[in-house]
């Protein structure tokens, strides 16, 4: 019996960052996942970003990678199903469509008119942000001790993080994670996201890190604007499918490797291709 193959995430800042062809030739002998998020960011990308990143994406699929849907996706199939999403990741379907010709990767996407692609997603951050706005005025009115102790956590973002993980870890997310999705959407509540096997309880648990180190931020002068913020929407959602996926590729040094690192420290990050051992190498394909 073959092993269950190892899935590799690749983020924006490795397609970018790493020599596409020597990714193309990775891809043909590993399970490399092109994410949807991946594809937004390569969809939006602004003038002042490298060019021609979509086409670094086109290139990815059409040499072995696969493509793969973003957690919404995956949370509406936890809902239906009351069960947690499986470890397998691709959508084979949407991939070979990709590499026959008969749809475009933007097609995937929710909107295809470029002009508006952007607003879906910067609605969410948007968001975001005014709930860590509305988190900190409510510290600062009805529990202004916390602030201190909030000040006393470590101002190395790894082990920031990791501390951040340690009390998140400690409660229980479930009402959070059925709060947070549509009530049409869950088939049974009694059986939902019943603990941190789901990706639906792995979404709530990194968004509510992200935010009490917004709140961190705020309290030590920082004060996160809509584009970081909307980046870090964005790396969280590769993150989140580490839930299910066994190594993320990132030359990110400033979130996504102490956010993976500590959300998932049993899983690899790695900054190169070099990095990767021979046991990701997928011999089913």
């Known amino acids: 019996m073959l092993a269950k193959p190892k899935q590799i995430i690749v983020d924006k800042e490795a397609l970018v960052g790493m020599n596409i062809n020597a990714l193309c030739d990775f891809a043909k002998d590993h399970l490399l996942l092109c994410c949807d998020t991946l594809l ?35 949370i509406q199939s936890e809902s239906k199903n ?70 006393q956590l470590p101002s190395d973002t790894y082990e920031r993080l990791q501390k951040l993980f340690e009390d998140i870890d400690a409660c229980d997310l479930r009402q959070l994670c059925i709060d947070s999705v549509r009530d049409e959407w869950i088939k ?16 709530i648990r990194l968004a509510d890190v ?32 580490l839930s299910r996926a066994d190594c993320l590729l990132t030359r990110d040094e400033k979130l996504v490797k102490p956010l993976a690192k500590t959300a998932f420290p049993e899983k690899d990050v790695f900054s190169s291709l070099e990095e990767v051992p021979d046991e990701y190498e997928c011999h089913w394909k």
């Open 210 to 241: 992200i935010l009490m180190n917004y709140n961190y931020l705020r309290q030590t002068g920082g004060w996160p604007g809509i584009k970081r913020v909307e980046h870090d929407y964005h790396d969280m959602e590769y993150i989140l499918l």
């Open 40 to 74: 937004y960011e390569c969809a939006t990308a602004s003038k002042h970003e490298p060019r021609g990143m979509l086409e670094r994406y086109k290139k990815l699929i059409k040499n072995g990678a696969y493509y793969c849907s973003n957690s919404l996706k995956f």
């Open 82 to 151: 009351c069960l947690p999403y499986p470890w397998f990741l691709p959508d084979l379907d949407a991939t070979k469509k990709i590499c026959t010709g008969e749809k475009r990767p933007e097609d995937l996407l929710d909107f295809t008119v470029y002009g508006k692609l952007s607003q879906p997603r910067y609605k969410v951050a948007e968001t975001i942000l005014n709930v860590s706005r509305k988190i900190k005025k409510r510290i600062d009115i009805e529990i202004p001790y916390i602030t201190e102790e909030i000040k």
């Open 188 to 203: 049974d509540k009694a059986k939902f996201c019943l603990s941190a096997e789901w990706i639906s309880w792995q979404r």
